[in-house]
């Protein structure tokens, strides 16, 4: 009895202990100690920069032409945005403002838990702007709230170019 009751604390002790961690090391195959899965990790000490475009619709000029660049690294936990607007038509004339600053992916809008949304951040990482990615690819302008725009007007930016 002794003996059954050792041998059942000795399973009980090893089972309790921790999964390896799985690291990170590139080009080489990894290993998921958890489920036994093998991944090849590609090499990438480049970040990939994603262009989308497209005009969006303005209260008082002719249209916002949208230059969005996002900065796609999986090496690094922020990643960055350059926005480029151009008011098209003002009184003043076509006027560009240029922002940029980090982004976040986000996962799941009210209604759509599998959406994914991208956050533009200001200084302050408070989202100024957010877009739903949808399965084209395409971004689609949210409103402050998160919440897609009801409108017949078109507020979508079509990728141009995986780039840099």
Request: proline share 4%.
């Amino acid at each position: 009895m002794k003996n059954c009751l050792a041998l059942i604390t000795l399973l009980w002790i090893f089972s309790c202990d921790a999964p390896t961690e799985e690291r990170r090391v590139e080009g080489e195959i990894m290993e998921d100690t958890q489920t036994g899965a093998e991944e090849i990790v590609l090499e990438s000490s480049t970040a990939t920069w994603m262009h989308y475009e497209g005009t969006l619709p303005c209260a008082d000029c002719e249209g916002i032409r949208t230059a969005l660049k996002l900065e796609n690294s999986p090496d690094k936990r922020e990643r960055s945005y350059e926005l480029r607007e151009t008011y098209l038509g003002t009184a003043d004339g076509d006027r560009e403002f240029v922002s940029s600053g980090l982004y976040e992916v986000v996962y799941g809008l009210e209604g759509e838990p599998g959406a994914m949304a991208i956050r533009l951040l200001d200084e302050n990482n408070t989202a100024f702007k957010s877009f739903r990615q949808d399965k084209d690819g395409l971004l689609h302008l949210l409103d402050r709230d998160e919440k897609p725009i009801s409108s017949t007007l078109n507020y979508t930016l079509k990728i141009v170019a995986p780039g840099e």
